[in-house]
């Protein structure tokens, strides 16, 4: 049989939302028990530099900003503990969820900052750039600046694609934009936007074959017109990646409102509350929009304070 720890505060997921819910509800002596996740850290930790925290003026790196938030959260006594939720029963007063360590924890309250994981092609070469913090990103407004002066090559056709094309093009001599179909599935306004702007070329019918480097950095990228068949190379320092993210709430579904790709549903805009009472989020598994740290942090903050308001209101 396992364990059953009742508390009052489950934090589930060690991104900036989660350290941040940590700081505030164990300031707030709500001895918050944390669950780190598949990826201690988060998405953060396989960024190189963030420049656009605020009060990092020098600026800082993602691994280091997250060792910094959990010594913060560790300060004020978070049990931050390393392992993930396997399921959760959200369907009364308390909020039982069971844990890899072998653990049934009945929770009070439950601030969910699972995040979001960004999809990549997957090709070995993307990979290995990608560990290395060589040149490949999920994320032009985080990483996009490294690029200034230089050409980037995009992947993807959808709203987030076009977004971060038109961000890199303020800053690049010129953006490679690889479509793989002979059309965009972005909005008409955010396609024509793409279009319209002088140093993006968008090559239409193109998929990556290979990401090519020196073994360090990458150099350029190999691609194949899937149409004619034509094999390509173009020069580029940055590859990007933006052909969409998942949201980590699979083990919610059964008992929270997400949208039809799997984001969780705000059951009052403005808060950070879910439909199930008790159960709030923060971060990237509520945000398709933002996605920053800083913005991941600030829903932190809320999902700590409503959990305070709503333990408050129920006497405790
Ligand atoms: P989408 O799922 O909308 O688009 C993903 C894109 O990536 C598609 O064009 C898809 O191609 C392409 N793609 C997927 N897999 C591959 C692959 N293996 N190789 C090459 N291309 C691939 O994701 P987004 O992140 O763009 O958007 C998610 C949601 O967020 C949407 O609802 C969007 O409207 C919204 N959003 C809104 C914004 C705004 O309004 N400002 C900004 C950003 C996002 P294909 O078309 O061929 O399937």
Not at 13 to 30: D, F, K, L, V, W
């Amino acid at each position: 049989m396992s364990e059953i720890e009742t508390i009052k505060c489950l934090i589930i997921g060690s991104g900036p939302a989660g350290y941040t819910a940590a700081i505030y509800a164990a300031r707030a002596e709500m001895a918050p028990v944390l669950y780190q996740g598949m990826q201690p850290g988060g998405q953060l930790t396989t960024t190189n530099e963030v420049e656009n925290f605020p009060g990092y003026a020098d600026g800082v790196t993602g691994p280091e900003m997250m060792i910094q938030l959990e010594a913060q959260a560790k300060r004020f006594d978070t049990d931050v503990r390393f392992g993930f939720i396997t399921k959760v029963d959200f369907s009364g007063d308390i909020h039982k969820c069971w844990a890899d360590d072998g653990k049934e924890i009945h929770a009070e309250t439950v601030i969910i900052s699972t995040g979001a994981s960004a999809k990549y092609l997957g090709l070995e070469s993307e990979q290995k750039y990608l560990k290395l913090g060589g040149g490949v990103s999920a994320c032009a407004v985080c990483d996009g600046f490294f690029y200034r002066g230089q050409e980037t090559v995009i992947v993807g056709a959808g709203d987030s694609a076009c977004e971060e094309a038109h961000y890199l093009s303020k800053l690049c001599t010129k953006v490679t934009m690889l479509v793989r179909r002979d059309e965009f599935r972005a909005s008409k306004i955010m396609a024509e936007r793409v279009k319209g702007t002088e140093n993006i070329e968008i090559l239409f019918n193109t998929e990556t074959e290979e990401v090519l480097g020196d073994g360090q950095v990458v150099s350029g990228v190999r691609v194949n017109n899937n149409k004619t068949g034509d094999t390509t190379e173009i020069p580029c320092t940055g590859f990007f990646v933006a052909i969409g993210h998942k949201p980590n709430t699979d083990i919610f579904s059964d008992y929270l409102n997400l949208d039809e790709t799997g984001y969780i549903k705000y059951e009052q805009p403005g808060t950070s509350k879910t439909n199930v009472p008790g159960v709030f989020v923060a971060g990237d598994a509520a945000d398709k929009t933002y996605r920053q740290a800083i913005t991941a942090a600030g829903t932190g903050c809320m999902g700590a304070l409503d959990a305070e308001r709503y333990l408050a209101a129920k006497g405790h």
